[in-house]
């Protein structure tokens, strides 16, 4: 089965903080999105990376970056929190070419 | 301007009963993929369905079809014989690009309540 594992299921960081998550897959896809889930908007895409060091921004990518140093591994980093990034993050993967994404579990951030 | 569209915020069906949740979605792309995904109240985002736009009958996964339209480029999930299970949060994506690395968009959702 293909498995992405979040990092952290719930963290609460301070206004001003730098933030980072972390995602991994283990069933060397190439693709991973990082998107942010909030009630009535559904699913927007923060960035998204098709390859090692490869990366383009979706749609809401403002006060957020990404790194993708190793195929596994794509992070989401929020260079200094705001209230205004407490939401769902979720993260997924999927081979390139017209196939599903897998999921993570989300991180659910507080920024207070 | 929005990609994908569902204008369903929350839908309720009797148990036993089918439901269609909508979907309407706009590219240019002559190739792109469409898919159903599930969230129940755990949070997981579970994959139910895909078509792709070059694809002539309409997908169909155990009780799960979608009714693909590709004039109205809708693409319509239609649960059957509904269980309480069915219970969560439905959302519908879109791919642009098949074979490429193209990004998946997705809509706002549709709240689904199964009534017993």
């Known amino acids: 089965d293909v498995k992405v594992t979040q990092s952290s299921r719930y963290l609460v960081k301070r206004t001003g903080e730098k933030v980072f998550l972390e995602c991994v897959q283990d069933m060397d896809h190439e693709n991973m999105f990082w998107y942010r889930q909030d009630p009535g908007l559904g699913l927007r895409l923060i960035y998204f990376?098709?390859?090692?060091?490869?990366?383009e921004k979706g749609d809401i990518p403002e006060g957020y970056s990404v790194s993708r140093e190793k195929k596994e591994r794509f992070s989401l980093i929020l260079e200094s929190a705001s209230t205004n990034q407490t939401s769902m993050y979720l993260c997924a993967s999927s081979v390139q070419g017209d196939t599903e994404a897998f999921f993570g579990q989300g991180t659910r951030l507080t920024v207070v | 301007a929005q990609k994908i569209t569902q204008t369903q915020p929350g839908m309720f069906v009797q148990e036993k009963e089918a439901v269609t949740l909508d979907c309407t979605y706009d590219t240019s792309d002559p190739s792109y993929g469409l898919f159903w995904y599930k969230q129940p109240s755990s949070g997981e985002m579970i994959f139910l369905i895909y078509q792709g736009s070059y694809d002539q009958q309409n997908a169909t996964e155990g009780r799960y079809s979608l009714n693909f339209q590709k004039a109205r480029k809708s693409a319509n999930l239609v649960i059957s014989a509904s269980q309480l299970g069915d219970s969560a949060m439905y959302f519908c994506?879109?791919?642009?690009?098949?074979?490429?690395?193209?990004?998946?968009?997705f809509g706002k959702g549709t709240k689904l309540s199964v009534k017993p």
């Open positions: 994506a879109m791919r642009e690009g098949r074979g490429s690395q193209g990004n998946l968009i």
């Open positions: 990376s098709y390859d090692v060091k490869m990366k």
